[in-house]
Each structure stands twice: as structure tokens, then as C-alpha cells.
């Protein structure tokens, strides 16, 4: 936990916070505060700043926050993955938010199976805390927006529509030409990567993502499971971002 | 299970091999193959080619192997990593294997907890399982090695010593500049990648693998947990790798 996160109606008059639970036994026996030390505290979607311990009690710590630090920018890149397994989407939860995604859409695909809609992996209940847990760990306040679809075919031609000016989409698929396409993303934003199921996105499914602007990439010859994937995208899209942002021009 | 791996023993003349157990139970539930279907077969650190199911029995598929593809190349990269705790180790077994590794060197390091050692997710019998589920997802038929190292400094100090001429050593640490610094591997072969513990390397170590010729790569601003670090830092090193290749001027 390199940040702990409040709820935006936790913070009282002053910055007063009081913590209990999980991050108060965090605060207490692992980073082992003493009254007057300071840890770096984050509002939800929102700033970031600095705690003093001002109180310790049996199962609370009380800080006094200022939150002097903006809150970061959105993640540039939106994620659309077809439903995996739940105990793999349980694993990835927090590895998504960590690695930082604006939004989250699970969708529906012909090689999803259909019952793992019915998981409480699924309930946000279950997967809002994982999220906090991702973000607590990169020190980011921006909880990634999650949505679940059941039909794939309305969320691309009506809820996504045609490509936005100015936005990029890409779509993973084993043994697609390599992720060296990612070049070019630069002032694109954001960009919407589709990561599908494990036995691959159908051709119907394909070529509909590909009438809605998404240009297919891969990761070389290797085929990797939804969660290792996720994460390697995920890295290099955001590397990549970075990249044509250093290699830009000034003005 | 994108490819149906053998041990090198399992081979009998004109390519005979009855698959038992779960490889079994995967060609004839999951593939669903009938007599005179063919699957992808290969050799542990071997070829590969392909199986023609010759005979289906209860529990076991008899198949006749040509395997006319070389082994694959040996991975370009080599990892380093302080031991995570057994949970993490062993969700990460698999997606190694499955991302590339030469050579998997489990250390020990001042924030690796003493007791880390003593699961049996270290054992072979334990994990060369999990790293062949993982070649077999990801269509590779080279085993990386594994050695564990209960000693930090003469492990660096005598088995790695000085960097050897051609080689590329690099430790990632959380908030060091950007992974730009991958660019330029081009023709550095392997590349050995060191990845700390969860509360980061100490200031000793650190020094230690600098006058090693390591060289200290972050992933921007963000704090990963080990298992994200190793997936997200294996993916980028083995694009740039690619990306050098792509680049370099024929001849």
C-alpha cells in the first residue's frame, strides 16, 4: 500500500480522516506510524497529498491530510475485454487499476462461456475494492469506470459507434503482425484496446471491430493467457504513449 | 494448451507417443480430436511438428509425431528475481514460461522474508509442472532453468561477476527513469533483467548490481506488485529486442 485511499465523504473539516480496518491495521504494523509521521494519502478521484498521524487508537488512526497534489490524469488508454474466467478476472482486478485504465468494459463474445456472467466477481461489491487495492498500490487516486455487456454486437455499432476523430482503437489477436503498429498513438486519446477470450475473437466478431475502427495487433508468435496479456498490452501501450510523447516536438 | 508438449523419454520409434492423464483428457475433451486428426506436438528443449491421433482409449490417445519445426531459439532474456512470496511465485511460474525466460534465478535480499524459502512452490516437482503449462499455452518448447540463491552478494559477486562482453544487465526499480533506457539492446544477447522485492532493493544491493553493469530501468511513476512488474517489464524487454531487430540495418 504505497498510497491510502479515502472516500471523498470521508474526509472531514480540515482534512480530519479517521481510519479503521484493513488500512488502519496497514497504518499501525506495517508502516509502523508513530503519532507526527506523515504517509501519502489520496482521495478517490481525486487529490493527493500527505496524512500527519494525529491520534492512534486500538483499531483506528486518525490523520490530518493536506492534499496539496492535483489529482492525476485519467489513464489515456480504455480496456474492452471479453469476459474471462472469473478466477482469472478476480486476479486481474487490481493488476488493471495498477497498470491504469479510465475504463473498464467486459463483454459477451461467441467463445465467452455464458455462465461466467454469473459470478460475484462481477458484483461491484466484490471488485471496487480490488480496484482500491490496485490503485493503493501504483499511487493513483483514478478508479477505472467498469461496465458489463451482455451483447457484443449493440455495444460496438451502438454504444461505441464509429471511430472519434482524434481516438485510436486496437484489437489483440494471437499471431496478429506485432505490437510495433502501437507506434503513431501519439495525441490519440484515448485509446481503446480489445483483448479477447481465450480461444480468440470469432471472424464475425473480427471484422465487426474492424468496420469500427480497430486496427488488430499481436504480441509475436506467442499466444498468452487473458491475464498475462492484459498486462503486457497494457505496458506497452502505455510505454508507447510515453514514447511518442518524449519523441514529440516541443509546441 | 495451444501446444501439446512431450518429454524428451516419451518419444518411441517412428514417433510413437500415448498421451496419459491430463494431456489425455485435454486432445480428447477440450480438442475434441477423432482418429486421424492432428494436433501440435513438441519435444521438451525440442522440435516441434505435428501428432495424427492414431487410437483413442479411455484414458489415454496414442499419436504419431512428425515434428519437422527445429526447437524455437532459446529466450533472449534471463531474469533475476528476489524471491516473491509463495502465493505470487506461484501464479507466476506459468506466465514466465509462457512470456520467455532463458533462465529463472530465484535470490534471496534484505526484504525478502527468511520464511519465503521454505515453500514447496520452490520444489521442482511443484513448479517444472506450472512452467510446462505455460510453454504449452504459449506454443514454446524451451524449459527455462531454475536456480535459487539463498545468498544475495556472492551470487552476484562470483556466479554473474563482471558483465561479460556482449551481455545486457538491467535492474528495474520503482521510480528510476522511464524504460526508455531499453532501446539499444540490439545485438546484446542474453539480457539478464533483475527484479527487487515488493518494498524495492536496498541501497547495498542496489550499489551491488550497479558495479555488476546493471543498469536501473523504472516503469514510470507507478509501483507494481512483483507478479505485474515481471509480466509488464518481460513484455517490454522482449518488444524492444524485437523492435531493435526490426530496426537494424540488414548485414
Keep these: ?19 479503521t480496518g484493513v488500512r488502519a491495521q496497514h497504518v499501525r504494523t506495517v508502516l509502523r506510524v508513530r503519532p507526527g509521521d506523515r504517509v501519502r494519502v489520496g482521495v478517490i478521484d481525486g487529490p493527493k497529498g ?31 475485454l471479453a469476459l474471462p474466467r472469473p478466477k482469472v478476472l478476480r486476479r486481474l482486478w487490481a493488476q488493471l487499476a495498477a497498470l491504469g485504465v479510465g475504463r473498464i468494459m467486459l463483454t459477451n463474445a461467441d ?14 461489491a466484490t471488485y471496487r475494492p480490488l480496484l482500491i487495492e490496485g490503485l493503493q498500490q501504483a499511487g493513483d487516486t ?7 455487456h451482455r451483447q457484443f454486437r449493440p ?6 459507434g464509429p471511430l472519434p476523430d482524434g481516438e485510436r482503437r486496437l484489437v489483440a489477436h ?6 510495433l503498429t502501437l507506434a503513431g498513438t501519439s495525441g490519440h486519446r484515448p485509446v481503446l484496446l480489445a483483448i479477447g477470450p481465450e480461444g480468440g475473437w470469432n ?24 491475464d498475462t496479456a492484459c498486462v503486457a498490452l497494457l505496458a506497452l501501450l502505455h510505454e508507447a504513449l510515453c514514447r511518442d510523447e518524449g519523441a514529440a516536438p516541443p509546441g
Design 1 to 19: 500500500m504505497n498510497l491510502i485511499l479515502c472516500e471523498p465523504g470521508e474526509l472531514g473539516a480540515e482534512g480530519i480522516v479517521t481510519l
Design 50 to 80: 500527505r496524512g500527519e498521524v494525529i491520534a492512534i487508537e486500538d483499531d483506528a488512526v486518525v490523520l490530518a491530510c493536506a492534499l496539496d497534489d492535483p489529482a492525476p490524469d485519467p489513464p489515456a488508454v480504455d480496456l474492452l
Design 111 to 124: 467463445r465467452v462461456e455464458r455462465n461466467y456472467f454469473d459470478t460475484h466477481v462481477l458484483d461491484e
Design 142 to 148: 483514478r478508479l477505472p469506470r467498469v461496465s458489463i
Design 155 to 160: 455495444l460496438v455499432e451502438d454504444e461505441l
Design 174 to 179: 494471437p499471431g496478429a503482425s506485432s505490437v
Design 203 to 226: 471472424a464475425f466478431e473480427l471484422e465487426l471491430l474492424g468496420r469500427h475502427g480497430f486496427t488488430t495487433i499481436g504480441l509475436g508468435s506467442r499466444t498468452l493467457r487473458t
